[in-house]
């Protein structure tokens, strides 16, 4: 069954530094999202993406964070100069073309900040 | 007021026992309804996605949506120690893929051998 592939699953970053988190939607998917989990809490939204731009953002997503399509299987999740509360389980996750159709989430990128 | 509210638990139940798992919301506007499984380590795993009110069943799983009262259910049947997880209710707005899901915290769920 076709999934969604995070990496790396656990990337520990030095406070002030960016870090790129990677995944891979499933092949046929258009639409393309980033959640992030901190320990205990909800899973929350932070950006949808499709057609090549921002769909949606919460308030969590602000000028720190950035998402890009570089190339045709990709999607990845920048955060400029990352602080000790970006520390979280970070999840990707895909839909395909029907807009009615569910999200589909990868294994996540645990981010531990020092 | 919180968006969604689901009771964490742990809730702990004896192995073919039937389980109810259950969330509550405040914002009408949510259209679509999913029950995620999640395990430790691991991402969330769509077990079943509604949209009507009403009834909707796969195999031992049966998610039920009653609008009018901004409550969702899910009902496993003849639990399996291997159902133990934590269970995630998500919702979104109708109209637009690109909506995110707004989750509920969790219910972390034992079935016991």
């Known amino acids: 069954e076709p999934e969604v592939t995070q990496t790396p699953s656990h990337q520990v970053t030095q406070m002030g530094q960016e870090v790129i988190l990677r995944c891979v939607p499933i092949?046929?998917?258009?639409?393309f999202y980033w959640y992030r989990q901190i320990l205990g809490q909800k899973v929350e939204f932070l950006v949808s993406f499709y057609n090549n731009e921002i769909s949606e953002k919460s308030e969590i997503f602000d000028d720190q964070f950035s998402v890009e399509r570089p190339d045709g299987s990709n999607f990845t999740l920048k955060i400029r100069s990352t602080k000790l509360e970006d520390s979280a389980m970070y999840f990707c996750?895909?839909?395909?073309?029907?807009?009615?159709?569910?999200?589909?989430f990868g294994d996540g990128t645990r981010l531990s900040i020092l | 007021q919180k968006e969604v509210e689901q009771d964490p638990g742990p809730l702990s139940v004896p192995e073919g026992a039937i389980v109810s798992l259950n969330c509550t919301y405040s914002?009408?506007?949510?259209?679509?309804f999913m029950w995620y499984r999640q395990y430790s380590r691991k991402g969330p795993e769509l077990l079943m996605y509604?949209?009507?009110?009403g009834n909707k069943e796969d195999g031992r799983f049966t998610a039920q949506v009653d609008k009018s009262s901004k409550y969702i259910s899910l009902f496993i049947r003849d639990s399996q120690p291997s159902d133990s997880a934590t269970y995630l209710c998500?919702?979104?707005?109708?109209?637009?893929?690109?909506?995110?899901?707004?989750f509920g915290k969790g219910t972390h769920l034992i079935i016991q051998p």
């Open positions: 509604t949209y009507s009110s």
């Open positions: 998500a919702m979104r707005p109708g109209g637009g893929g690109a909506d995110g899901l707004t």
């Open positions: 092949s046929n998917h258009l639409y």
């Open positions: 996750a895909s839909g395909a073309s029907d807009e009615n159709q569910p999200q589909h």
């Open positions: 914002n009408s506007a949510f259209q679509y």
